[in-house]
């Protein structure tokens, strides 16, 4: 892993936020247990019809920016989707030595970005429970570039306004679409997640290496 990343070369480090830096177990437990509760509820359904009916709309809104946005969940289920996370916030987790990761990547002068689909509502409930904003050069949010990271234009979107040379770049992300999406772009270093959700099995990475730890990926 370490010969495949040239800490010498690398002066970009763009990072992904759920599932890579912070634990997937709380984005699953929230949009396939919490939601679903809370949707039989509202509409009188029983929980598989809930769930039925939630798989369908998450389904079609899957990879666009829609996925990620609260006020869509918002206006399409009928429910505070904000509120409800703030509800079950104490489920939010930084995976095992992120902030050590973090801490050498500012020790070695790298530029670290934090690159996340996450709406901003998302965002902001997150770094206030963990703290790592104090990590990042810069937080770029897909929603303020109108499209989602899985898109095939939001690389170079991002380096009109975030400048950098992609063969002197590493990502880190949890998403495989995200990961190609930035392999036809250039990104030269490209890293998965072996298990973003601390509660489910290792995914599977395709031809990506993964990082099952990150001290596996610290620098020196």
């Known amino acids: 892993m370490k010969n495949y990343l040239d800490w010498q070369n690398i002066k970009t480090v763009f990072l992904d936020l759920d599932g890579t830096l912070l634990d997937l177990h709380f984005d699953n437990h929230f949009w396939l ?16 019809a809930a769930s039925d009916t939630l798989m369908g709309h998450y389904k079609a809104a899957k990879g666009s920016l829609d996925w990620y946005c609260v006020d869509f969940w918002t206006r399409k289920l009928d429910l505070d989707i904000e509120q409800m996370k703030h509800e079950v916030s104490h489920k939010i987790a930084v995976r095992p030595e992120v902030r050590e990761f973090l801490q050498a990547m500012r020790d070695a002068g790298k530029r670290i970005v934090l690159v996340t689909n996450a709406h901003p509502a998302s965002l902001s ?96």
């Open 125 to 220: 409930l997150k770094m206030k429970k963990t703290g790592l904003d104090e990590y990042f050069d810069r937080m770029i949010n897909a929603h303020d570039l109108g499209m989602a990271k899985e898109h095939e234009g939001f690389w170079q979107s991002l380096n009109e306004i975030e400048v950098f040379d992609a063969k002197q770049t590493l990502l880190i992300d949890d998403n495989l679409e995200v990961l190609e999406s930035a392999e036809h772009y250039g990104i030269k270093y490209l890293l998965a997640i072996l298990q973003p959700d601390s509660q489910a099995d290792n995914v599977e990475t395709q031809h990506y290496h993964a990082v099952h730890s990150f001290k596996d990926v610290l620098p020196g």
């Open 33 to 48: 247990e919490y939601v679903p509760r809370c949707f039989a509820e509202k509409h009188d359904l029983s929980h598989d």
